[in-house]
């Protein structure tokens, strides 16, 4: 199981926005495609993968590939979903998860609820520039991997993750787009031991 | 110099489209999002990157990212580049390169007079899912990636890169979207003694 938690600073927590200015709308352009990077594969969906996208410190829309429905590669339809999650916010009562479309599951809290609820289902990797190169690392059975939308890591999370962070990773030598890592963190997992096949 | 060339089949060969449904213009979300991937790195650009985008084998749109501006992640901004550039297409007279924004040019040919002009300035490399794996092959100094959208090589392509391919080159077990996969080959190239570092 791979898990990737990605924290969206100054994304709405409501579905009131327009799917022709998503960059405008808290980087909602780079939040899609972090979706469709952990998630997608050609022609396939990634079945071991969950996303949780942290909108605002608010809201954390959860995205289950074994049962996902309907995500497309592109921004708008991915940026659509999220809308039609965040339309039904008001459904999700206390903690209890509202599931928004068929393997989407809106939760009313933000990033220290969902830290401390997965920590224990996996190992929990910091993606920050001055990580340990992945290079020298044997990838875990279960990461959680945990990145920052275009904005640095707030103190408050850093210090949170501190507590729950086994491994704080760096990808390589240059800073990438959020998506990018990801897709670079799942092709990781997915050579481990590729050249010896 | 990296050099990726990017064959969308389908893909409009003028300015006559709409950019709120990108995936219906043949795939222009996945071929924006190609061209991002070569060629942004967070908060900065992929100097050493030139992109060819050959629009259904007629139309080729090179990015060249020393001298590119205007060039933003999402795809709808990325895809107005696009739209932009073949507005002028008119302009282009024979093979002779039109700029259409700074870094931007068109030229009236595809995919054999794109590949025969670059055979010369370096390696060329098609990406393939049987291909080598790349963690078997050390980069080549001065790459030159060639990918197909989400469509198979057509015959006349694969008979065209046999004569001018030195490596086929995989890059892991699983089947990415074509974006992902640049964004796989420039971490590959990237990383390379990253960990001796």
Same mark, same amino acid.
């Given at each position: 199981?791979?898990?990737?938690?990605?924290?969206?600073?100054?994304?709405?927590? &409501?579905?009131?926005?327009?799917?022709?200015?998503?960059?405008?709308?808290?980087?909602?352009?780079? /939040?899609?495609?972090?979706?469709?990077?952990?998630?997608? +594969?050609?022609? &396939?969906?990634?079945?071991?993968?969950?996303?949780? +996208?942290?909108?605002?410190?608010?809201?954390?829309?959860?995205?289950?590939?074994?049962? +996902?429905?309907?995500?497309?590669?592109? %921004?708008?339809?991915?940026?659509?979903?999220?809308?039609?999650?965040?339309?039904?916010?008001?459904?999700?009562?206390? !903690?209890?998860?509202?599931?928004?479309?068929?393997?989407?599951?809106?939760?009313?809290?933000?990033?220290?609820?969902?830290?401390?609820?997965?920590?224990?289902?996996g190992t929990v990797c910091q +993606?920050?520039?001055?990580?340990?190169?992945? =290079?020298?690392?044997?990838?875990?059975?279960?990461?959680?991997?945990?990145?920052?939308?275009?904005?640095?890591?707030?103190?408050?999370?850093?210090? /949170?993750?501190?507590?729950?962070? %086994?491994?704080?990773?760096? /990808?390589?030598? =240059?800073? /990438?787009?959020? &998506? !990018?890592?990801?897709?670079?963190?799942? !092709?990781?997992? &997915?050579?481990?031991?590729?050249?010896?096949?």
């Amino acid at each position: 199981m791979r898990q990737f938690v990605i924290i969206g600073h100054d994304a709405p927590v &409501d579905g009131e926005f327009s799917l022709n200015g998503l960059p405008g709308e808290g980087r909602l352009d780079l /939040l899609s495609r972090c979706v469709t990077a952990a998630l997608l +594969l050609s022609h &396939d969906i990634r079945e071991d993968v969950t996303v949780h +996208l942290i909108l605002g410190d608010e809201v954390t829309i959860r995205f289950e590939g074994s049962s +996902l429905r309907g995500l497309h590669p592109d %921004e708008r339809s991915t940026a659509a979903l999220i809308r039609t999650a965040l339309e039904q916010r008001e459904e999700a009562i206390g !903690h209890i998860p509202v599931e928004t479309s068929p393997g989407v599951f809106l939760q009313r809290f933000g990033i220290e609820e969902t830290i401390e609820q997965l920590a224990g289902e996996g190992t929990v990797c910091q +993606l920050r520039e001055d990580g340990k190169p992945i =290079t020298t690392v044997d990838p875990p059975a279960n990461p959680i991997f945990v990145l920052s939308d275009h904005q640095d890591f707030r103190t408050f999370e850093t210090e /949170l993750l501190a507590e729950h962070c %086994e491994y704080q990773l760096s /990808l390589g030598p =240059t800073v /990438l787009h959020a &998506d !990018h890592a990801i897709t670079v963190a799942n !092709h990781w997992m &997915d050579t481990d031991g590729y050249s010896d096949m």
